[in-house]
């Protein structure tokens, strides 16, 4: 009888569901945060660090209230090019994304 691995049926299991394939790694938090001070959180319109996040990373959910910003941890860079068009100064970029690219 062939072992479960080496059974063409189990084969084709394995390749259809993932099995043989590495795992994803954890979700990384993002790069760029954004506090309370955030315009949108007080129900201002103001979508200007969405404007200018290059890889589209600060995207907008419609929530009570008005539209609430979340920073996509797998497309922000930490580039850091959110932060300063920020009429609030609310977004924080971590220091180790700073250090990375010598901005510290």
Do not use: Q, W, Y
């Not at 790069?31 to 890889?55: G, H, K, V």
């Not at 959110?82 to 901005?103: F, L, N, W, Y």
């Amino acid at each position: 009888m062939a072992s479960p691995d080496t059974a063409p049926d189990h084969k084709r299991r394995r390749l259809l569901f993932g099995a043989s394939l590495p795992l994803p790694e954890p979700a990384t938090a993002p790069a760029a945060a954004i506090n309370e001070a955030c315009l949108a959180f007080r129900a201002i319109a103001c979508m200007s660090c969405r404007d200018a996040c290059p890889t589209g990373a600060i995207r907008f959910a419609l929530a009570l209230g008005g539209a609430r910003p979340r920073v996509e941890a797998e497309a922000c860079t930490g580039c850091g090019e959110c932060a300063p068009v920020c009429p609030a100064a609310a977004i924080a970029v971590a220091a180790s994304m700073r250090a990375e690219r010598g901005d510290a």
